[in-house]
């Protein structure tokens, strides 16, 4: 077996046995709180917030260099690029009170399924329109209600080499709510653990640079084309930098 094969199996086995010191404690406080708040999950959100910033401390292997906003808006939509499984855990480190749109499908895997639907992960089922309706119904109420929602730019992973076609329903959901777009470079983690692979690519330190940009108001386009084509090439100068 590879050394870089041993060291994903460290780190894996790392990531989930935190997961596994924080989900019993977890699992009891939202059970008691469950009836009494709206949003239980945030409870998961800041102790999973914890677990990842203690993984990303504790594995030898990755390096983040993290540069945020100073002051974040009290509601937004964050736009992200997406190179590997490991940007969930990075925004997760640092966004609170959020819903995250994902097109992997936890479901097959029962348990991780109920644990991302509590913690805030929501699969998109292209084929579903219902479902999609009221997917997105759930994130006008949420930034109605001043909280937060999570978009890979490209609905899938990419290379890290060239931002691939945008997709409209982030910019979309930024016009109607009135709620601006937050852009989120992360750049690295493709490097680390590319799509499809299980082993880490080297057994070197390898760094994951994540930059947050100014925030974009939709009050300053016509329409969500105008507001996608002017996110996507600010997000491709920063990705080119």
């Known amino acids: 077996m590879r050394l870089s094969c041993i060291l994903s199996i460290f780190a894996f086995v790392l990531f989930f046995g935190l997961i596994g010191l924080f989900i019993i404690p977890s699992l009891v406080i939202y059970t008691i709180i469950y009836l009494f708040v709206k949003y239980p999950q945030d409870n998961f959100q800041y102790l999973s917030g914890a677990i990842y910033r203690i993984f990303f401390t504790l594995q030898p292997r990755i390096k983040l260099e993290i540069h945020l906003l100073q002051e974040f808006p009290s509601s937004a939509i964050y736009v992200s690029t997406h190179q590997s499984n490991l940007d969930y855990p990075i925004l997760g480190s640092f966004i609170n009170r959020y819903i995250i749109m994902t097109t992997m499908n936890f479901k097959k895997i029962p348990l991780i399924s109920q644990i991302g639907q509590m913690i805030g992960i929501r699969h998109l089922e292209k084929k579903n329109l219902?479902?999609?309706?009221?997917?997105?119904?759930?994130?006008?109420?949420m930034l109605k209600e001043n909280r937060n929602v999570i978009f890979f730019a490209e609905g899938t992973r990419g290379s890290g080499k060239k931002l691939g076609r945008f997709k409209k329903g982030a910019f979309r959901l930024a016009i109607k709510s009135s709620r601006p777009i937050i852009p989120i470079i992360i750049s690295g983690s493709g490097d680390i653990l590319s799509r499809g692979n299980f082993c880490f690519s080297s057994t070197k330190q390898k760094k994951i640079k994540v930059q947050m940009l100014d925030p974009i108001y939709p009050d300053k386009f016509i329409d969500e084309s105008n507001m996608l084509k002017y996110t996507y090439n600010i997000m491709s100068e920063s990705c080119q930098k």
């Open 130 to 141: 219902g479902k999609i309706s009221n997917t997105y119904s759930e994130f006008e109420q």
